[in-house]
């Protein structure tokens, strides 16, 4: 039971095998049975690692955290409805990644691995950067050459080595795969391990609402690590017999670059090509997903759905944000604008659960040309 399996050819591997691919190119899967234990999470800390029996980290010294995790859950008037939402812009490098880079670490360590490569826009950058720094692990990140100098700065001080790449955002991960033929590749897209830390989010909703699963919920969707990290987490919990039922997704992107609700919308086999156009939103701007068509299986399996939102939905929804008193960075507010968007839609009564994905100050610079655009 505990194994890689490749999405693609269905090759299975031991878990504790240093790869980060199958040999036929695929990506992989963890295939491994989460177990819940409620009185002894009660018991523990308020972070990710209260759910340790659901991680697949074998030995507790070699966990790499920072005390990540349990991020507040509140209620947030939007449209004139009540919602929840995650604050998951309070982790310890300024957004959901960590729990991820925490995982993904963790199991780097735990294997012995002592240099790893990854490519980001940005905030999967800091995060992987922080948390090799946290276990001594040499570090190479690959990152746009226009992103945001913020960013930039938190992962050079981390101690990373940082490679800025001319071009798209997929010319950066084709940078990345090369160097990747020398070092592990701690990918957030790639790398199955980094998603054994994202589902701690569900783990986390289901036991603040009760333990229960909400009805429906909104994330944004670039290369899926949040959204596919939940669906595997309401799927554990399931299987383990917590809950009753995997909430709806319903997935956001940015219009100028929005390949999986085309995908979606069309009903089409494969990603469409895709001319990724400027965004507010760069942290979800992915014109090609690794994990694309797992992304649009878990919408459809959950009878979910894809929204698109504007530019102008988005700074509208960052503003309004803001002066509640939310500092959100740009993609965060993303996700802001389709839940606007689909609270029409909503029944009443619908728990409705979102996140507040990356914080505002990870993106300054693009905040003050916002104001002085005004």
């Known amino acids: ?65 920072m005390g990540e995790g349990f991020t507040p859950l509140v209620e947030v008037t939007l449209a004139q409805r009540a919602i929840l939402i995650k604050q998951e812009q309070l982790f310890p490098t300024g ?137 595997l987490g309401f799927s554990d919990l399931l299987k383990a017999k917590i809950t009753e039922k995997i909430p709806k997704i319903i997935a956001v992107q940015a219009e100028n670059c929005a390949p999986l609700c085309q995908a979606f919308r069309e009903n089409l086999d494969e990603i469409p090509p895709t001319y990724k156009k400027e965004t507010l939103a760069e942290g979800i701007a992915v014109a090609k997903p690794v994990r694309g068509k797992e992304i649009v299986a878990a919408v459809k399996k959950t009878e979910g759905d894809f929204i698109a939102v504007s530019k102008e939905e988005i700074e509208a929804s960052l503003k309004e944000t803001c002066q509640r008193g939310y500092y959100i960075e740009p993609t965060a507010a993303a996700t802001v604008a389709g839940v606007k968007k689909y609270l029409p839609c909503s029944r009443p009564g619908e728990v409705i659960i979102s996140a507040f994905t990356g914080h505002g100050l990870k993106a300054t610079e693009k905040m003050l040309k916002l104001l002085n655009n005004r």
């Open 95 to 231: 957004s959901f990644k960590d729990r991820g880079a925490s995982v993904l670490v963790s199991k780097i360590k735990e294997l012995g691995i002592r240099e790893v490569v990854e490519d980001s826009s940005g905030n999967a950058g800091a995060a992987i950067s922080a948390y090799c720094a946290r276990a001594g692990i040499n570090c190479h990140i690959f990152v746009p050459e226009d992103t945001a100098a913020g960013k930039l700065a938190q992962i050079q001080f981390y101690g990373a080595s940082l490679n800025r790449i001319p071009g798209t955002r997929e010319d950066t991960a084709r940078a990345a795969l090369k160097a990747a033929e020398k070092f592990y590749y701690a990918s957030h897209s790639w790398n199955p391990f980094f998603f054994q830390g994202t589902k701690t989010f569900a783990y986390e909703v289901c036991e603040q609402l009760g333990w229960k699963s909400p009805d429906t919920l909104i994330l944004p969707v670039g290369n899926g690590t949040l959204l596919l990290g939940a669906y």
């Open 1 to 65: 039971m505990n194994q890689l399996i490749c999405t693609c050819c269905q090759a299975t591997y031991p878990l504790d095998d240093p790869r980060w691919r199958c040999e036929c190119g695929g990506v992989l899967d963890i295939e491994f049975e989460a177990t819940f234990d409620l009185a002894k999470i009660a018991q523990r800390p308020p972070s990710m690692w209260r759910y340790r029996e659901a991680i697949p980290v074998w030995d507790d010294i070699n966990i790499v955290s």
